[in-house]
């Protein structure tokens, strides 16, 4: 599907953000009930899943639907010399599309920097090993059906059972089970209290520990790959097909940066305080995104009377929506002061599983914008109050994760190398999926009286209360 980039200003009932999963399949379900020509998609690059950027081009909407993606701002080490390099330096969702890593790769000397989800597999496969194949015949409509059945939205559910109240060959049984089935159930799988009971947590970490010592050899390189700040499962899982035993490979070398700090990036390698890494060809950047709230940093948000969604100085801390960026949201799909505004994936919707969090979320903005139109509605934005309640119960929904709040990461918050994300705050639900769709449904079947909605030619008093509401 190509996007047509346009040169003159244009005006829509619903103009979407982003040409990724979230964006391409609102523009699918919103067409089903708008004119077709009456909802656009806007990407910046010549076709779907490109970056954003500015082309003068203005647009005017009654609804706008923000797609950019919850992993899409990337980040980089705030590391002194990083625009240095002297061969190639790559970020791997910035690759080349002309990039053969076959033969790119051929003979170089790469540097890889980061071990998380994505530095996992970019090591796997520059060490040119095969990964692994599965195959099922489980139908679409079954996976689905067993999705909406899990509290995270995969294929997998907790074990109800409490560690300690089953015997070490139970443990060991399940665990041995879960670590060689495909897929997220070694994280998502193991005993109800893995992150909630310290105990519990710990015989798991034990467990994973002694299956990395067998598959690694070098008792040096094997501690190195043991966390010892933090446990297993508290920050998100990478899946690995032959990740270990790349790292048996003689021209593979492991740098610990538990050990050592990575100082300086220089014109022929990587300075740290016990010296300088061998000289480099290729340094590729595996050090992911300013995650959630990340892309909306990226772009100048503006609501009623000028509001900022997120403030970029002091002055605006106190007048942001979401101060020191700490989300206020309604089912982390619409937001104060941001009226006709929606979000799909953003900040307070479902941990798990994201394309069943998309396809739920596009779900209840398509049923929000078809009970507007049939209902005359103009404006629309979440009540003070609601805001308030579900906000609140984000909140004390993560405190249920002890374990995972007390682990720097992302997941809550933190990345020490993006300006102001230095302390801990709630950017996610993450109770059941279940319950988050239950929340929405009973919105929609009270008529979505958390919102204010006010109809075409009516208008709002300036404390907020709305004339004509529905």
């Keep these: 599907m190509s996007v047509t980039r346009l040169e003159h200003d244009e005006e829509h009932d619903v103009l979407i ?40 081009t203005s647009y005017r909407t009654r609804f706008f639907v923000s797609c950019p993606g919850f992993l899409s701002s990337l980040t980089l080490p705030n590391i002194p010399g990083i625009n240095v390099v002297a061969g190639q330096a790559l970020h791997t969702s910035r690759w080349p599309a002309e990039f053969d890593v076959s033969h790119d790769f051929a003979g170089k000397r ?113 501690e190195s790959l043991t966390p010892r700040s933090h446990g297993f499962g508290t920050r998100r899982v990478p899946l690995e097909s032959k990740y270990f035993e790349a790292l048996k490979k003689p021209h593979v070398h492991l740098f610990d940066l538990q050990q050592a700090t990575l100082d300086e990036v220089t014109p022929t390698g990587i300075g740290t305080n016990v010296g300088i890494l061998p000289d480099l060809d290729i340094l590729i950047f595996a050090t992911g995104f300013d995650a959630i709230t990340g892309a909306f940093s990226a772009i100048s948000w503006r609501g009623k009377d000028g509001r900022p969604l997120i403030s970029t100085c002091q002055e605006e801390h106190e007048s942001a929506t979401w101060p020191g960026q700490r989300p206020r949201t309604f089912l982390g799909l619409t937001v104060p002061a941001m009226p006709n505004m929606f979000m799909v994936l953003g900040p307070h919707q479902p941990f798990g599983n994201g394309t069943r969090s998309i396809e739920h979320a596009v779900k209840v903005i398509s ?23 579900w906000t609140e119960y984000v909140i004390e929904c993560s405190e249920a994760l002890v374990l995972v709040r007390e682990v720097d990461s992302w997941m809550i918050g933190i990345n020490r190398n993006v300006k102001g994300k230095s302390m801990k705050s709630v950017v996610r639900y993450s109770r059941s999926a279940i319950e988050y769709r239950k929340w929405c449904r009973e919105g929609g079947e009270g008529g979505w009286k958390d919102f204010v909605l006010i109809k075409e030619g009516e208008g709002a008093d300036r404390s907020g209360k709305a004339e004509g509401v529905v």
Excluded at 20 to 45: D, H, I, Q, T
Aim: proline share 3%; glycine share 8%.
């Design 17 to 56: 953000l982003g040409a990724g999963l979230s964006g391409v399949y609102s523009l699918y379900c919103l067409r089903n009930y708008f004119s077709s020509r009456r909802v656009k998609v806007l990407e910046a690059g010549t076709d779907v899943r490109g970056t954003w950027g500015e082309t003068g």
């Design 110 to 222: 790469i540097g890889v920097v980061s071990t998380g989800a994505t530095g996992t597999q970019t090591i796997t496969a520059i060490s040119k090993e095969p990964s692994i194949k599965s195959s099922s015949n489980v139908t679409y409509e079954q996976l689905f059906k067993q999705c909406a059945e899990t509290l995270t939205g995969f294929l997998h559910a907790a074990d109800p059972r409490q560690s300690l109240d089953v015997t070490e060959e139970e443990r060991q049984a399940l665990w041995e089970k879960l670590y060689n089935e495909p897929g997220f159930g070694k994280w998502l799988g193991v005993l109800s209290d893995t992150y909630t009971d310290r105990r519990a947590n710990k015989l798991c970490s034990n467990s994973i520990a002694n299956k990395i010592r067998p598959r690694v050899h070098d008792p040096i390189t094997a």
């Design 367 to 389: 049923d929000l914008l078809v009970f507007c139109k049939e209902h005359s509605v103009t404006y629309i934005e979440p009540r003070e109050e609601a805001v308030e309640r």
